[in-house]
């Protein structure tokens, strides 16, 4: 949603400066230049990019729109789940975990966090892992190193939309200028014309100049930067469930795992010592009682 509001806020401004300035927005309205910038752009996006990199691309614009908050709570809830499951292998063994990460979507404690449920690469991270962790004889180093290599081929990953958009929109300006310059050739064959016709031929020129640089520094650029900070944070979801997942190898408590994931959280998302521990120790209550 921010995402969409900060879009309108430039459009307003930069429109209802245009305005004040008594200028006609029917004059920035020009489908030729639209034509060219935007099909040059679409063009050369389609050249440089992998199938998987405008997937990926896709796949990032629409998380930007649905815009879904990261918050304290959200990361309190993955971290209680973790602990559920990493409880289990404490009480009944690291074969009793085994159905959970075998087949998460039918695990009732994976299924009361539909949030990681549906978060793919998270779960199968976490589920991945945690078969490496119950085969046994994996020393703890090893499977640092072995999550490590997840961690920076996601990273890399992630960074490749990101990457390719900014490319586009620093391209954008110079595509405006070549708008322009066609803009200008089309002027100077009809210079000889009325002052009115070489006049708006001129503007249109010039509107071409300026959807390429709006475009690039008003749209592309910041879409850019929002991604990547989504990625980012997604990231540092997987490194909190790396954390947990280490400290359970070297078997640590599940209460003391989730802390080690806790500290790894960014301080905006990042809940409190004493809501996690009241929440897996709600949990442990929950446990006790249906046992009972």
């Known amino acids: 949603m921010l995402a969409i509001i900060g879009i309108l806020v430039i459009f307003a401004g930069v429109l209802g400066g245009f305005i004040m300035h008594r200028g006609n927005l029917g004059t920035l309205v020009q489908p030729s230049e639209f034509l060219i910038i935007g099909g040059a752009a679409l063009g050369a996006l389609l050249a440089m990019s992998p199938r998987h990199v405008l ?34 292998a404490s009480y009944d063994g690291g074969n009793a975990l085994e159905p959970h990460v075998e087949r998460p979507h039918e695990s009732h404690i994976m299924q009361d966090n539909p949030e990681f ?13 945690v078969k490496v962790i119950i085969l046994g004889g994996v ?8 999550t490590d ?40 064959q009809s210079i000889d014309g009325k002052p009115e016709e070489v006049g ?26 929002k991604m990547e900070f ?29 802390e080690f994931g806790r500290r790894v959280l960014p301080s905006h998302v990042r809940p ?16 006790q009682g249906q046992a009972a």
Not at 139 to 146: A, G, K, M
Not at 163 to 184: E, R, W, Y
């Open 117 to 129: 449920l549906h978060d793919h690469e998270a779960l199968e991270f976490f589920c991945d892992t």
């Open 149 to 188: 290599l997840s961690l920076s081929t996601h990273e890399a990953e992630a960074q490749e939309p990101v990457t390719v958009m900014t490319k586009v929109a620093d391209s954008l300006p110079g595509l405006g200028i070549v708008a322009a310059v066609l803009g200008i050739i089309v002027t100077m």
């Open 139 to 146: 020393p703890e180093h090893q499977i640092s190193e072995l």
């Open 55 to 88: 997937k990926g691309m896709v796949t990032g614009l629409v998380q930007l729109v649905k815009d879904k908050p990261n918050s304290s709570a959200r990361s309190l809830r993955m971290l209680v789940t973790v602990f559920r499951l990493l409880r289990v």
């Open 200 to 225: 708006h031929n001129v503007a249109v020129a010039l509107v071409g100049t300026f959807l390429g640089v709006f475009l690039c520094y008003g749209l592309m650029g910041p879409l850019a930067s």
């Open 272 to 287: 409190t010592f004493n809501e996690l521990e009241e929440s897996c120790r709600e949990e442990g209550r929950n446990r």
């Open 230 to 258: 989504l990625n980012h944070q997604a990231h540092l979801r997987l490194k909190s469930l790396q954390a947990c997942l280490l400290a359970f190898a070297r078997g640590l408590h599940p209460l003391v795992c989730v």
